[in-house]
T-cell receptor, first 112, second 112 residues
């Protein structure tokens, strides 16, 4: 079983749609969680950190469910510019900054 | 604005050449990383450094070495480039295990 698993997609949605991605992680002691966005042939960039209480940034909402060991990303009112690959990133708990584990990414295409 | 800068965006090298990829960060981060990213395989850690002159092997260190003589600079060395090292190489830095990683723009290396 992979340490961090994501549905690779692709998700093809019309402009204005709401889309949700889930990501599961295997290590129950994981501490830090992030969503990154990666455009084609570019570097990953932080979209948002994921906090235990959930957090929202404009059209984006991230949730953490520790009991079921998953995090989610909800995008409301999708824009063409949201088309990208979304990476789920988890920091495993071992006291080291090294233990960043990346999911393989979920590809989103927003269609006009 | 935080910044991680990689020395080259695109590189073409011949099989057997020694290749140097340079990365500089301006955030005074302790931790620096080299990853490679290949389609279908996601990001894989090559080497990690947690301080000057300190390094740890990642998941795929074979055929690579690293150097960290100054805190802000982390170099990846391909001792004798091979065609299976054709990939996108990403450098990242991070302050600690609870904070996000910042990526350089990536170096797309082709070995012919």
């Amino acid at each position: 079983r992979k340490e961090v698993e994501q549905d690779p997609g692709p998700f093809n949605v019309p402009e204005g749609a709401t889309v949700a991605f889930n990501c599961t992680y295997s290590n129950s002691a994981s501490q830090s969680f992030f969503w990154y966005r990666q455009d084609c042939r570019k570097e990953p960039k932080l979209l948002m950190s994921v906090y235990s209480s959930g957090n929202e940034d404009g059209r984006f909402t991230a949730q953490l469910n520790r009991a079921s060991q998953y995090i989610s990303l909800l995008i409301r009112d999708s824009k063409l510019s949201d088309s990208a690959t979304y990476l789920c990133v988890v920091n495993m708990r071992d006291g080291s900054a090294r233990q960043l584990t990346f999911g393989s990414g979920t590809q989103l295409t927003v269609l006009p | 604005d935080v910044k991680v800068t990689q020395s080259s965006r695109y590189l073409v090298k011949r099989t057997g050449e020694k290749v140097f990829l340079e990365c500089v960060q301006d955030m005074d981060h302790e931790n620096m990383f080299w990853y490679r990213q290949d389609p279908g395989l996601g990001l894989r850690l090559i080497y990690f450094s947690y301080d000057v002159k300190m390094k740890e092997k990642g998941d795929i260190p074979e055929g690579y070495s690293v150097s960290r003589e100054k805190k802000e600079r982390f170099s990846l060395i391909l001792e004798s480039a091979s065609t299976n090292q054709t990939s996108m190489y990403l450098c990242a830095s991070r302050q600690d295990r609870n904070t996000e990683a910042f990526f350089g723009q990536g170096t797309r290396l082709t070995v012919v």
